[in-house]
């Protein structure tokens, strides 16, 4: 198997909010490939996928109930500490509720968290670490040989 990541599908509750959110909200204009149930939304080199909770679960035959942590968050990362701080403020006046302030963090870098409508946790970045690209995608050093 390649090390590739193509689609991310969050299963949501209301697919008008999660929509609003995403696009009026936070400005990402959804495909054209969308259609039904199911939308699209290229971010880089992958695709955020918004389509309803039960019928995810459906497809993957497991149940749609649950709450709380799910395991997994989704990131977004900045070229600097400022700019965390001006996404997390407009995903929080969109609809968005802050899980954690922005914060020098252990790691060395500085983050915050917050929440969509539907509870996915969104970690908003800045890693001294990472460089970004000109396409906003994380550069990251080759792995060593084994």
């Known amino acids: 198997m390649k090390p590739q990541l193509n689609i991310i599908t969050l299963g949501v509750t209301s697919l008008q909010r999660s ?3 995403y696009s009026d909200g936070l400005g990402w204009r959804p495909s054209s490939a969308s259609q039904g149930d199911i939308v699209f939304f290229k971010l880089g080199t992958v695709v955020l996928a918004l389509y309803p909770r039960e019928k995810l679960a459906e497809d993957a035959r497991v149940s749609p109930f649950g709450q709380g942590f799910s395991g997994f968050t989704l990131a977004y990362n900045t070229r600097s500490k400022e700019e965390v701080d001006e996404i997390l403020k407009v995903a929080e006046s969109v609809g968005a509720t802050i899980a954690k302030q ?12 917050f929440t969509d409508p ?3 946790l969104w970690e908003v970045a800045w890693n001294p670490f990472f460089e970004l690209s000109e396409d906003g995608s994380l550069v990251l050093p080759l792995p060593e040989s084994l």
Do not use: H, K, M, T
């Open 19 to 21: 929509l609003q959110f």
């Open 118 to 120: 539907d509870g996915y």
């Open 102 to 113: 922005a914060e020098n963090v252990f790691w060395g870098g500085y983050s915050g968290y």
